[in-house]
């Protein structure tokens, strides 16, 4: 096979030649910054072609060669491994004039060390391998990689999307008869040297895995790779991406009742002289589904709500007004709100609220009719209940305070919030004497028909059942 693979520096890469014999590379990665020797023009030479357009190997051999003899050949053959164990280099295909694809590295744990692809073996996409578009080319990903392929050529996308089913290199010729064999079998092997692609083996559960990752769904271990650092160079973490471009929430949700009932406000001096010990209580707490013979009552909802969801303090910030509450939220910011579906509850009607933990009341939420029977009896069989749960509390996240704010993690630190939240409403209805029992999951599309919210806007992320401890 003669055709060969474009290097150039990868995205992000730059390049400082500012002294007479150093290079100073800057790269999105940890470490970011590299200080290289460069004395030979033809090294020279060779930074200023992979900070361009690239070029395949053995031209950037001849261009050294030519400058500096065979001895600078030794010099040039040590650089780009370092580029290369660096993560530093791009590795394009081109037909012609056409660019078909480029291997882009996304973390400092990418390698590249393309075998053979055998013409008789069989090979298929892995089940995690992906494509979505990013500004005006198309994407191809993986969770199991360390990098990324840019698509620029639909020759590309349809090798890949051929590779849904299982081929052998002959059969991957006929998809496109107008590109070279030599084209499409390095195209293979980059697929398969860095994981996108593997071979098609009698005993394996699936393509290239172990029975180890054949026990994880695609979205959960796309979810875990792209919301932790070390397999992608996308932003992480507290970048205000949409400041001075969308205004932020507010810290507590405005919300526009024609009814509200003012809850009860318990005493916390008085509680903490009170209360049982707090070992007793972590050593009590347990999902609870068997309600008492009397619903609860509006002043132990009442005081649950007030020791577990109330805002504590208002802090205002020039970025983003932030608040204090009873349970632990990243960034201060809140994002969760409360719904409250009551079937039974002493003094209150039953109905659809939403909770106000600013000033501590429910506000009156008059939807469709049947909305809210259907998410009562949705949850009782969660649940595995046969009465209805006394009150389903929806927790909602209004996803734009946290994601103004987080990249890459702010889907996953909304999920942390939800289950802090979780384990403190266990513990102030152990501590109450309630009935608690968090779920698994919930139909957010019919909570948002409910409600009347916009599904993006404001989506439900947790129920948590509550009601009257049987004696």
Not at 364 to 390: H, W
Request: hydrophobic share 40%.
């Amino acid at each position: 096979m003669t055709q060969e693979y474009v290097l150039s520096f990868a995205e992000g890469v730059t390049v400082d030649m500012g002294s007479v014999d150093c290079a100073v590379i800057r790269t999105p990665f940890t470490p970011r910054e590299y200080a290289f020797r460069i004395r030979a023009r033809g090294l020279r030479r060779v930074i200023e072609v992979l900070s361009s357009t690239g070029e395949i190997e053995g031209e950037l051999t001849r261009q050294v060669e030519e400058r500096d003899g065979a001895a600078g050949l030794p010099s040039f053959y040590y650089c780009l491994l370092a580029f290369a164990e660096r993560s530093l280099l791009c590795y394009g295909i081109r037909c012609g004039d056409r660019r078909l694809a480029t291997l882009v590295p996304t973390s400092m744990g990418f390698r590249f060390s393309p075998g053979p692809v055998k013409p008789q073996s069989i090979y298929t996409l892995s089940r995690f391998a992906y494509l979505h578009r990013e500004r005006a080319d198309l994407i191809l990903e993986s969770p199991l990689t360390h990098c990324k392929v840019t698509l620029h050529d639909a020759a590309g996308a349809t090798i890949a999307a051929g590779l849904a089913k299982a081929q052998t290199l002959n059969s991957l010729y006929t998809l496109l008869p107008d590109l070279s064999c030599d084209v499409i079998e390095l195209f293979l092997q980059m697929l398969v040297g860095v994981g996108f692609a593997s071979e098609l083996k009698p005993d394996e559960l699936d393509a290239g895995e172990d029975e180890v990752l054949a026990q994880w769904d695609f979205h959960d271990l796309l979810f875990h790779a792209r919301s932790r650092l070390g397999r992608h160079a996308n932003a992480l973490g507290g970048t205000y991406r949409f400041r001075n471009k969308v205004k932020p929430l507010p810290a507590v949700k405005e919300f526009d009742a024609e009814e509200t009932i003012n809850l009860y406000r318990p005493d916390i001096s008085s509680l903490e002289k009170e209360d049982p010990p707090f070992t007793l209580v972590l050593e009590r707490r347990k999902s609870l589904r068997d309600y008492g013979r009397l619903p609860i009552t509006d002043r132990q909802l009442g005081e649950f709500l007030y020791r577990s969801a109330r805002v504590k303090e208002d802090i205002k910030m020039d970025l983003q007004d932030l608040s204090r509450r009873p349970y632990p939220g990243g960034g201060a910011i809140y994002e969760l709100e409360l719904y409250l579906n009551i079937h039974a509850c002493e003094n209150i009607p039953h109905g659809l609220y939403h909770y106000c933990p600013k000033f501590h009341r429910l506000e009156r939420i008059f939807g469709p009719p049947g909305a809210a029977k259907a998410l009562l009896r949705d949850a009782a069989r969660s649940a595995r209940m046969v009465e209805m749960p006394q009150i389903l509390i929806t927790i909602a996240a209004r996803f734009q305070r946290l994601s103004w704010k987080y990249e890459s993690m702010a889907y996953s630190a909304l999920l942390k919030n939800v289950g802090v939240l979780y384990q403190t409403m266990y513990l102030v209805a152990t501590a109450i004497g309630l009935a608690p029992c968090a779920l698994g999951t919930g139909d957010s599309d019919l909570f948002a028909t409910a409600v009347g919210l916009n599904y993006y806007a404001e989506t439900s992320v947790g129920e948590f059942l509550l009601g009257s401890k049987r004696e």
